[in-house]
């Protein structure tokens, strides 16, 4: 398998349950200004869409949207309960978990990227954002992590999405105004997290500085 990724980005979601979930992979760094890998090698005939993260199997076929991906990566080690089973409860409950980051968290996100040019929208979407990282807050009171006392690919997820926000214990080349201070249970989850032996490899592997929990 290939993991093309960019450093800091929502890639490092696969990137980080690729190495728990222990397989094999190679990790190709894609440049998402020139969209261009390797010697310069045009990334839109890998990803015609040209973002990040694409997992491409031996077979040659693609995955390209993240939620998707960390599940079937999770599929391949069923062992390490990074997934609960096809068909269970519980597996819809981590499904619901990867949507409401993907369209509440990490669409969420995009307007600050763009800050300049969302005018007074910025501030409301600024809001919103932090009313969405409180509820997680509260939902992670008496929780190890997202769905209990397991970590599963939920997690990596929102590991790699939080670095985006202003905190002082998040690891990211991004650094948004989103503030966070206050919010103990996810401070808390962040630290148990970040001591994860694959999370620090995923970061050194990224050229990321992890920094004290």
Known sequence: ????????????????????????????????????????????AVNELGYV???????????????????????????TGLAPANGTLERYRLQEWLTFLSSEIHKGFIPLFYG?????????????????FQWIDTQLAGRDFLMGERFTIADCYLFALIGWAKADWMTSVFRLDLDLTGLDNLAAWHRRVMARPAVQAALQAEGLQAEPA
């Not at 190709?28 to 890998?37: G, Q, W, Y």
């Not at 031996?58 to 599929?75: K, M």
């Not at 005018?119 to 954002?129: H, N, P, Q, T, V």
């Open 1 to 44: 398998m290939k993991l093309y990724y960019a450093p800091g980005s929502c890639s490092l979601s696969p990137h980080i349950a690729l190495r728990e979930a222990g397989l094999t992979f190679d990790l190709i760094r894609v440049d998402t200004r020139t969209h261009t890998f390797g010697d310069g090698q045009d990334y839109y």
């Open 53 to 79: 993260p694409v997992l491409q199997l031996d077979s040659g076929e693609v995955f390209r949207e993240g939620a998707v991906l960390v599940q079937y990566i999770a599929d391949q080690a069923p062992a």
């Open 116 to 132: 300049a040019a969302a005018e007074g929208y910025f501030d409301i979407a600024r809001s919103k954002l932090l009313e969405r």
